[in-house]
Structures are given as structure tokens and as C-alpha cells.
């Protein structure tokens, strides 16, 4: 039997309750402990679907209020100074001044929204400067974690990479190399996973979605850099690619020294006989098989045998997931004319986790019927 396990779930709600919430704080109607506290009622329930369709594994840290590059940049202390607080502690309206621009009423531009990869998504872009600093500044995932295991989960907490924070910024003021804020940012990833281990985590997901992209080789020769400095920090690593194969990345991302890699089969399937043979015999191989990126089921039949094949190879070494984080195909400003899909999305999430579990259970008998039969 393959470990099921997601890389992330859909934040709003089946009944848009996030949204809602985060409507009435920006109007002054619901101050930040209600605005918190929907939050943390919406993680549970969210954990608990997908543990009720069989995930071993939850994600956290997959949680946004606005979007999860974003949320980093606040836990990093990444903030434009038109937007820090003065006392520097910042607080939701802190981020939603970084989404939306400075204090109201002051004119103050946004951070500049993009394109996350091919996807429907979209993020605020980090801005950095020469002189960048990070610092911890915003504990939510310590938060989340001390949440679920109150509530009896086992967890997976997951990070944007060092690389692929940098890579998705922007360099502000005086020309620079984002690179050259790498040795300044990897002493922060090793506090949060100190952090994380006091708390009682085994494992982190690391997601490096740039490996899946035409990277130049001083960005290649940055994450075995990077990677090697971090080995030495607590936590077994997952780090996790999607949205794409490695390609030419392929041999950077199996020799990283991390205890498990994550690529997406449905979108690269051609890449399986190369990464069978040349991942190290001690490390995980997270399969994304199902397809998260939208709402098709997909070949679960094709998919169980390309598992039964690495299980054959693997055995206990062997995950499965949807490809990347199931996140709602429906954009923030048509939700109010597509609330019925967005119900239909998270249902639909649901049954990409049953589909991950299912074919999990099956990859060791000869039990596609079953996996047919149940998702009919």
C-alpha cells in the first residue's frame, strides 16, 4: 500500500464562508478575532473531509487568505514599507494592505498581482531589495500545526522553496541578483523547521514549482547550494514539483539531498522510467496521479498500474497524491455568479482525495474494479 497525502486543499468553503468573512472584516464588520476564527473552523472542516476520504497525510500551511505567496512574504517579513505597521507587528490588515495597497485612503499602490505558472491562480509578487532582511514575523503556521494536532492529524506543513520565493519576486530599487538574497533567506527556513520539529512534525513539504521550467545554470547550481546547507536542519524533506516534468531538471531535483521528491505524472507521465532509475534508493516518490490542476477525473485504471509498477520497485518508498494542490477553479470576482460551481468544486475536491486513497489501498491487489466501482 502506497501513503496517500494531498499537497493542498481549496481554502473558501463550500459556502463561500471565507470570502464572505473577509468581505465583512474589510468593511468593519467582523474585527480580526472573528476574521480568525472562521478561518480556524473552515481548516477544520477541510481537514477533516479530506481525512474522511482516506488521506493519511494533511497539508498545512496550504491555507490563504489572500494567496499563499503572499502569506509567505508576511511570515518572512517581506513587507513594502508603505505597508509596515508601526510598531512592526504585522496582522491581517497588514497583508490585506499588501493585496490591496497601503492605509486606506492613502493612495499607496498594491503589490503587483501575477500568473501562478499556467494555472487559474493568481499571486501578489514579493518585492525585495538589496538589502533585504527576513525575519519570522507572522506565527500562523506554528498556529495551524498546534490546530491540527488538537484534532488528532497527522500533518505535513507545507512551504514555498527558497528558490522558487525568489524566483517569483521582483527586484525593487537599484539593480541586483535575486540570488544573491539566498544565504540571507536559508537561515529562516531553518528556524521554521526547528520550529516545526519542537512541535512534533515529521516531515515538510517543499514546493519547487521552478524546477518544472528552463532554468539558467546559476539557478541549477543554487538549489544543490541551497539544498546542502539545509540538510543538516531537522525535519524529513518532501520537496515537490508540479504543473509540468523536470526535463533538464531532472537530475538537479533526484541528487538534491532531501528525504522525498513529488512530481506530477499527469501532466509529465513521460518522465516515470527515467525518475524510477535514477532516484537514490533511500528516497520517497510522491506520484501525482490524479489530476488537480481541474476537474476531470481522469484514466484511474492507467493510473493504478503506473503505481502497481513503482510499488513493485519501491514498496514502502511509494506516495501518492493529486498531481498539485487542489485549489478552486473559480476567479474572486465571479464567484458571486458561480456559486453553485464552487460548491461542485470542493465536492469534486473531495473525490480527488477519495481517488488518491483508493488507488493507495490498490496499488498491491487486484482491485481496479473496486477503484471503478466506487467512483462511478
Not at 476520504?53 to 490563504?64: K, N, Q, S, T, Y
Not at 499571486?123 to 498556529?143: G, N, T
Not at 520537496?239 to 501532466?267: C, E, I, M, Q
Not at 524510477?276 to 520517497?284: A, E, F, N, Q, T
Request: net charge negative; charged share 25%; with cysteine.
Amino acid at each position: 500500500m502506497a501513503l496517500a497525502h494531498t499537497l493542498g486543499f481549496p481554502s473558501t468553503g463550500r459556502e463561500r464562508e471565507l470570502k464572505k468573512a473577509l468581505e465583512a472584516f474589510c468593511q468593519g464588520e467582523l474585527d480580526e478575532a472573528g476574521l480568525r476564527a472562521v478561518g480556524r473552523q473552515l481548516r477544520a472542516a477541510h481537514w477533516q473531509l479530506q481525512h474522511d476520504a482516506g488521506i493519511e497525510l494533511l497539508p498545512v500551511g496550504d491555507f490563504a487568505w489572500y494567496d499563499q505567496v503572499l502569506g509567505h512574504s508576511l511570515t518572512f517579513g517581506v513587507i513594502p514599507e508603505r505597508c509596515r505597521p508601526e510598531d512592526g507587528k504585522p496582522t491581517l490588515h497588514t497583508l490585506f494592505a499588501m493585496a490591496g495597497g497601503g492605509a486606506p485612503g492613502d493612495g499607496s499602490p498594491a503589490q503587483e498581482m501575477a500568473q501562478w505558472f499556467d494555472s487559474h491562480c493568481r499571486y501578489r509578487v514579493p518585492e525585495f531589495s538589496a538589502e533585504q532582511r527576513f525575519e519570522l514575523s507572522w506565527e500562523q503556521l506554528f498556529e495551524e500545526v498546534d490546530e491540527a494536532h488538537a484534532l488528532g492529524h497527522k500533518v505535513k506543513p507545507v512551504l514555498i522553496g527558497p528558490l522558487s520565493y525568489l524566483w517569483l519576486g521582483k527586484a525593487k530599487g537599484a539593480a541586483f541578483d535575486k540570488l544573491d538574497l539566498l544565504e540571507h533567506l536559508l537561515p529562516l527556513y531553518g528556524q521554521i523547521f526547528r520550529r516545526l520539529a519542537a512541535q512534533g512534525v515529521e516531515w515538510v513539504q517543499i514546493d519547487e514549482p521552478i524546477l518544472v521550467l528552463d532554468l539558467p545554470q546559476d539557478w541549477k547550481n543554487a538549489f544543490e547550494r541551497a539544498y546542502h546547507l539545509l540538510q543538516s536542519e531537522p525535519l524529513k524533506k518532501l520537496v515537490a514539483t508540479y504543473f509540468g516534468g523536470l526535463k533538464d531538471n531532472l537530475g538537479v531535483a533526484t541528487s538534491l539531498p532531501v528525504d522525498g521528491l513529488h512530481v506530477d505524472l499527469v501532466r509529465a507521465p513521460e518522465q516515470f522510467p527515467t525518475l524510477l532509475d535514477r532516484l537514490p534508493s533511500y528516497k520517497v516518490l510522491s506520484l501525482g496521479l490524479v489530476n488537480g490542476h481541474d476537474v476531470w477525473r481522469g484514466d484511474l485504471d492507467k493510473a493504478l498500474a503506473v503505481l502497481r509498477h513503482a510499488h513493485e520497485r519501491l514498496g514502502e518508498r511509494l506516495w501518492v497524491a493529486p498531481s498539485c494542490a487542489l485549489n478552486s477553479p473559480v476567479e474572486p470576482e465571479r464567484e458571486d455568479s458561480q456559486a453553485a460551481e464552487l460548491k461542485s468544486w470542493q465536492a469534486i475536491a473531495v473525490q480527488k482525495c477519495e481517488a488518491v486513497a483508493l488507488i493507495a489501498r490498490a496499488c498491491d491487489a487486484p482491485r481496479a474494479a473496486e477503484v471503478r466501482a466506487a467512483l462511478a
